[in-house]
């Protein structure tokens, strides 16, 4: 889900996709996909056994990622065809694999995890209705972000700067990187989110585990994503970040009340529905929310970390005039200066044109 967060914490990517016009269109192109989804649903539940959580998730992906092809072309304004041929075969594989199939498959367990532990509305109990929800909500987020990334890839190429592209190229860079940062981080949250699951499994009763574990892991996970994002944006161990301006801490509660604690407990509640509904668990051991809590630590903290650094990087780049930015002359004496006044290297100016949009 990092193209999700991505399209929504780095200052350009949200700025594009929040626009007035952009928004209009979105809420028209978000209706078509959910009342089709609904309409496919009941005519396929009569053929395919969709109480069976295999089919469900497949027929959701497959479903998604279909979804996804018509939304972004949609967004990107051109023909199938010619989208292939200007953005390549790569992206589209990325397009339809990760924000359709996979996106697609997260968003229904998501949501049949949310239905069993919160509401006790069991889809193993009473398919049809869990089944038909999943469905239609994966369809719409994946229709939402498809709209918005295939929007974004039409101001590429229509010239606007779009230093990040939402694909994870420049996260994958950056792991090569900061590698070493973000183990420090990565292994701190880890173990507290680990120590955390082991703490919470003798609070309540065992019908309520699966609820306080999200909960309590979701904050655990939640408080390292935000000192991390504030680590990645150089604001962590000061008053004052890179931009001199003293940290807001109404809008670092915001980010930990979303994207990090709404993502922490998504990804756990991902974790979670897949045990029970793919691997058929019954009853998930204290070991099982061990190790889903820290898998939800790891991935929230190298998201968090890596959107804190993109985010200031952004706004230091879209500073800089784009003829002064085309000019590798000046750009490395600029990185030159940086080195030498022994600033913290955010990125290497010209390899980090490898993750945007050519």
Known sequence: MLHRLSLRVLPQLNALVTASPVRKKKRWVMLAPGL?????????????????????????????????????RQGRGVSIRESLHQDGWMRWAWLVGWVGVAYGIQLSLLVLALLQ?????????????????????????????????????????????????????AFRHWMGQELQNFSKWGGAVLILSMIGAWGLGVVGPVDWQPVIQSIGISIIVATGGLLAFLDGQGQLWSRQGNSGRSIKWLSGLWFWVWPSFTFAATYFLVLWGGLVFVFQVTAISSGGFMGMAAVTGVLMTAYTLYLGWRKTYEEHKLAIPESIQRCPFVMGILQNSKNLMGSKPMVDLKTSQSPSVN
């Open 36 to 72: 089709v989804a609904f309409g496919l649903y009941r005519l396929f539940k009569q053929v395919l056994p969709l109480s069976d959580p295999f089919v469900l998730l497949l027929f959701s992906g497959t479903l998604s990622a279909i979804t996804a092809v018509w939304a972004f």
């Open 117 to 169: 532990i919160f509401v006790n509305y069991d889809f193993l109990l009473h398919p049809e209705g869990p089944a038909m929800m999943a469905i239609i909500i994966a369809c719409t987020s994946v229709t939402r972000d498809a709209f918005e990334i295939g929007y974004v890839q039409r101001m590429a190429s229509e010239g606007v700067p779009v230093p990040t592209f939402p694909d994870g190229r």
